[in-house]
């Protein structure tokens, strides 16, 4: 997808085209794709935003009165939230730096990006890796984290975002944490008790009524791997236990018989029966023995049994406390913070609750990922209703001729400099990260900036391929009125030996790089070709080492061909036709 940028920041879609269908592809509706490093600028341009907001205030206060403004600072320095502290520190240090200054400080900042660390996100502890082993011992700045796409440093900047959006939606994540009395804790265990006790009670209500339809003996047998004689042993254990919760009394003579008469050729039973679940156990104690008056009363007394102690660990576990207590404040941050301010910058879900976020857990599509780029090349100006369509007329040439023109609003919701930051950042990435390819590209001798963020996708279950993507969203802006572009480009295998794909985001930079030979025209005036002979004759110049020259050069048939003298002997050089992909397009 192509989108072109006129004088009066104006938007209209150059290109829209799947090489694999016939029809024109909408992305918007039909493409969800887990790029991890495209959600890292995101998240980039969502911690640029807080910097943003947070510094105006704090300045804001300062100018406002000596008193307020100190009082303000000391807030902010003993804030629990890191970002925070660290913009109180340089606030205080520089109160009358410009914005430019302060976001420029906010990506000067380094974090670590160790890997020997667990984070508690998305309701359990995640370990998350780099993608290159060499990133391990790092400790780079936001630039670097960019350019590089570090995995960990990430993580830890979007720990940081949470934390901002947790204290945002009214929580003291210390307090809560650290003080039993806190009462806003006190009402999350309770809540989260009560319905841990009452899934607990729905699942075995559900198994109760389950047990003579849906739960087989057969499906047992071949799923548990056991036998007759060991479900007996088992269910004696089983009966034994249950019945002495309410003291019914039954002959297990036979049951003891078996036991011992077995008990040390299974005794691996033990701890087979601690692997399956209670309703397992119920499903035994079904087989063994049939419900009758007893059978309610054994249910009714095991639920309440089961509930109270469950009740008390849940109070007493600090581990499940912390896990609770945090998950609470994170939905509630992503909820309220993350996912709002992700949709104002055009994303279209849900924002996942978890730090894996920025990996692409929540997905993206190429739309929301293009206008995005559209809207830091604007500057931070967003046009919505983007179309192809400048114009409609209805029955034309007749009495009832009603022309249309599409307005596509705009709207700012990017700050300027924030956008200019972000815009920085993906220059980085395409002249010193993973898009560098596409910086050697001659047309970038013409233009005035240029950027790019790529994105890889391998997404699996259970170390099953399910999907393979791969994308990178390029700004090119050449300083004239009516040539800026934001591309994105994307690939995906969804069906089929996947297992055969490696690719990565390297595959469609390549391909950028090819609809860059069809913009030359367009930006440089000049067909690739030409640009490739200018290109040549530089590098001959100063290429003196090695006593090249070039002697001849000429463009025919989309050929280039040119003779050169490398220690005194000619060596003739073509460059074979360009691929067509892409070309249709412009």
Partial sequence: MVLEIDENSNWKILANTDTQ?????????????????????????????????????????????????????KEYQKSSVTIKRLLASYIKKYPKASMNQVLNWAMSRRISANPDSKFLTGESWHEFNNYQKSDDRK?????????????????????????????QSGFDKIAILT?????????????????????????????VESIQGSFSYDELMQNGNVTDKEILILARDVVKKLERTVEVQSDNSSYDHAYRKEQKKYAHLASWFKRITYYEKKWLLSRVRQPDEHYSDLIEAEEKRIVKQTSQWLRTSQSWIKNTLYTHMERQAFTEGVTPAWKNLG???????????????????????VELAGTLLN?????????????IILAPGSDFETPFKIENKQERIIPEAVAIVAKKAMEGVLHKGTA????????????????????????????????????VLSIIDTGEKKT????????????????????????????????????????????????????????????KANNLAIVSSSVKKNRLQFTSHKNSQPVTHVNEDSDQLFKSLF
Wanted: aromatic share 8%.
């Fill in 21 to 73: 269908s016939d029809v024109v592809y909408n992305p918007a509706k039909q493409g969800r794709f887990q790029w991890g490093s495209t959600a890292k600028l995101r998240v980039l341009v969502n911690y640029l935003m807080i910097i943003h907001d947070e510094a105006l205030l704090l300045q804001s206060a300062l100018k406002e009165s000596n008193i307020k403004g100190a009082t303000v600072l």
């Fill in 139 to 167: 400790n780079p700045n936001l630039w670097q984290m960019t350019t590089q796409s570090i995995n960990l440093s990430f993580v830890r900047l979007m720990r940081d975002v949470v934390d901002y959006y947790i204290e």
């Fill in 347 to 369: 994303y279209p879900f849900n924002v996942s609750p978890s730090y894996a976020v920025v990996l692409g857990s929540s997905g993206d599509t190429p739309m929301s990922l």
């Fill in 379 to 391: 500057n931070g100006v967003h046009e919505k209703n983007i179309s192809a369509i400048e114009r």
């Fill in 179 to 207: 003080n039993k009395n806190n009462s806003i804790r006190k009402i999350i265990i309770n809540d989260a008790v009560k319905k841990e006790e009452a899934d607990y009670i729905s699942g075995l209500n559900f198994f």
């Fill in 484 to 543: 800026k572009y934001a591309i994105c480009i994307t690939m995906s295998v969804t069906e089929g030996d996947i297992e055969r794909y490696n690719f990565t985001s390297k595959v469609p930079v390549r391909i950028l790089s090819r609809i860059a030979d069809h913009l030359s025209p367009i930006i440089a005036k000049k067909s690739i070709e030409e640009l490739q002979v200018e290109l040549a004759v530089k590098k001959s110049r100063k290429s």
């Fill in 436 to 471: 560098v390819f596409a910086s050697r590209h001659p047309l970038m001798k013409y233009v005035k900036s240029a950027g790019a963020k790529t994105g890889t996708g391998d997404n699996r279950h259970n170390e099953t391929a399910i999907n393979r993507s791969a994308a």
